[in-house]
């Protein structure tokens, strides 16, 4: 069976949420003076410097619906989705955009037109230097975060954790992860080995010798010498014979 692939049009959505990026600002016209940004409160935003790229989604079967207020897409069958830092394979994939904003302005085409992306089965998410595996995934562009469910598990370097049972929310524009587990699904974390930190056998030690202190005077030497002198006069001494 042929794949079908589709080009979003809508796809600056993936490219820029999931890498951090920001909307370009509105330059001012020859009519408007330009005003210095006012600095917003918080932690300012990530911005990433890499290229924007196209998000394309291609799977066995595609569909997509439009009404006046929702868009709806779901591919089914080998999905492959690639986007900006992005690539996601899955078994299903559904997207739901708003066709509409709150004023009844068209939003198709927009970065916030897309408010939910569901991926099942098989998920595999690749992001730069880590990948995750789970169930379930979904991603939520307006809130800044994807959320795994179904026993997810975090690879990164050599760094893996896993939660069988618990969920994973990996956060936008920044390495950040949280696990939500319970008591009955703990989180595991398998890292590199540490080193011996423990009791090892070596030359070096603070015990103090065995021998006499240095704060008593060393008699070693006067015994020796007393010992030599009384040797000497035994030698001089007459020796007697058994008669006398």
């Known amino acids: ?21 920001d909307e370009p600002a509105t330059e001012p016209t020859e009519g408007t003076p330009s005003q210095p940004p006012v600095e917003q409160p918080g932690p300012k935003p990530f911005i990433s410097d890499k290229p924007l790229v196209q998000t394309e989604i291609e799977a066995e079967s595609l569909r ?19 986007a900006t830092n992005l690539e996601i394979t899955c078994n299903q994939i559904e997207v739901f955009t708003d ?28 992001q ?12 939520y562009p307006n809130e800044d975060f994807i959320l ?23 956060h936008r524009g920044n390495g950040r992860v949280e696990w939500i587990g319970d008591p009955n699904n703990k989180i595991h974390i398998s890292a590199p080995p540490l080193k011996d930190l423990g009791f ?25 010498s007393n010992d030599s002198e009384k040797s000497a006069e035994d030698s001089k001494k007459p020796k007697r014979g058994k008669n006398n």
């Not at 868009?71 to 690639?82: N, T």
């Not at 050599?158 to 049972?165: E, F, K, N, R």
Request: charged residues 25%; aromatic residues 4%.
């Open 64 to 82: 997509a619906e439009i009404t006046e207020e929702k868009g709806y897409l779901i591919g089914v069958g080998s999905v492959r989705m690639v």
């Open 148 to 170: 795994l469910d179904k026993n997810p598990i975090l690879y990164q370097g050599a760094i893996t954790i896993d939660g069988t049972g618990a969920q994973l929310k990996i």
């Open 1 to 21: 069976m042929k794949r079908i692939s589709l080009t979003l049009s809508i796809a600056i959505f993936a490219s820029s949420w999931l890498l951090g990026q």
């Open 99 to 126: 066709v509409k904003d709150k004023d009844g302005n068209d939003t198709i085409g927009d970065i916030s037109s897309i408010n939910q992306i569901i991926a099942t089965g098989n998920v595999r998410i690749v």
């Open 200 to 224: 090892e056998k070596d030359e070096e030690t603070i015990v103090p010798g065995t021998g006499p202190s240095s704060s008593e005077p060393d008699t070693s030497s006067d015994s020796e």
């Open 128 to 139: 730069d230097q880590r990948t995750a595996t789970a169930g379930l995934a979904e991603v």
